[in-house]
């Protein structure tokens, strides 16, 4: 089994070609498959999550791990995050050149601000999908207090 000390990971994913632009992805570990399409910008119909939105799903739900790791989750009262990224066509090839993380962390009271903040920003360091792209990542990362006013999203 392996753990947190070991130098090397291997992640398996497998694809089984549906019909048209589309596919089934799988893993061996969930009894949830993902259909994927092809964005309608490529000539798809779109109504599948694309491969452009799962990899920006991955830097964005990477950041959250990554984050719960330095603070643990139940130091947030809600977490929610935007990916954006642009894909332009440079030396020839369509690639994404920009991705823009729009984190915003609701903290219970401004007692843990430091710690929040202090997650952030080893997050922004060590997010390991953020460290392997090579599109430049900017972050937009908030910290804002949960008010009695405001609503906190369904988990």
Not at 26 to 34: A, G, L, N, Q, R
Not at 81 to 95: D, M, N, P
Not at 136 to 141: A, D, P
């Amino acid at each position: 089994m392996q753990g947190k000390k070991d130098k090397q990971f291997l992640f398996t994913t497998e694809l089984h070609w549906k019909e048209n632009l589309m596919g089934r992805l799988s893993v061996k570990e969930t009894t949830e498959d993902i259909i994927v399409d092809t964005p309608v910008c490529f000539g798809g119909k779109g109504e599948h999550w694309s491969p452009e939105q799962l990899f920006l799903a991955s830097i964005s739900s990477c950041f959250m791990a990554t984050y719960f790791s330095f603070a643990a989750p139940h130091s947030l009262a809600d977490f929610y995050c935007t990916a954006i990224g642009q894909v332009e066509k440079t030396e020839g090839v369509y690639r994404f050149t920009h991705i823009n993380l729009y984190p915003i962390l609701y903290i219970a009271n401004e007692s843990k601000r430091v710690v929040a903040q202090q997650a952030l920003e080893k997050t922004h360091q060590h997010c390991l999908v953020t460290q392997s792209v090579s599109a430049l990542v900017y972050y937009h990362s908030e910290i804002k207090v949960l008010g009695e006013s405001m609503v906190v999203h369904e988990h």
